[in-house]
């Protein structure tokens, strides 16, 4: 499984991004989806995670009411509306594909990892 994230970018603060992650290859609809981020400096933090059918969403405390993880099962894609974005949420931000079907805040859960996509917010 392969894993492209895109939509990246430099936003001025209380901006708007949405960042999108296309699964190909050998490719799970019944797996959840998650993404996580990490800060120069800082280590990887999870961000939100979806589950297999799109029932169940997770968020950190930081990101709730602001950010928004969805999934287009036939597109093999899921997404990451980010509004009201902060300077605290500038970082490299990475989707992954869960090892079961149902949403985890740990990265161990995960088994395949994107490249990763920078977000820049300025103040």
């Known amino acids: 499984v392969q894993l492209q994230a895109s939509g990246g970018g430099l936003v001025q603060a209380g901006g708007s991004l949405r960042l999108s992650c296309a699964a190909s290859g050998r490719t799970s609809s019944n797996n959840a989806m998650g993404w996580f981020r990490q800060a120069p400096g800082k280590e990887r933090e999870f961000v939100s995670a979806i589950s297999w059918n799109g029932g169940s969403t997770y968020y950190t405390d930081s990101v709730k009411g602001r950010f928004t993880i969805s999934r287009d099962k036939a597109k093999s894609t899921a997404y990451l509306q980010m509004n009201s974005l902060k300077p605290e949420d500038t970082a490299v931000y990475y989707c992954?594909?869960?090892?079961?079907?149902?949403?985890?805040?740990?990265?161990?859960?995960?088994?395949?990892w994107g490249r990763g996509t920078q977000v820049t917010v300025s103040s």
């Open positions: 992954a594909v869960g090892r079961g079907s149902m949403t985890s805040s740990t990265s161990r859960d995960y088994m395949y």
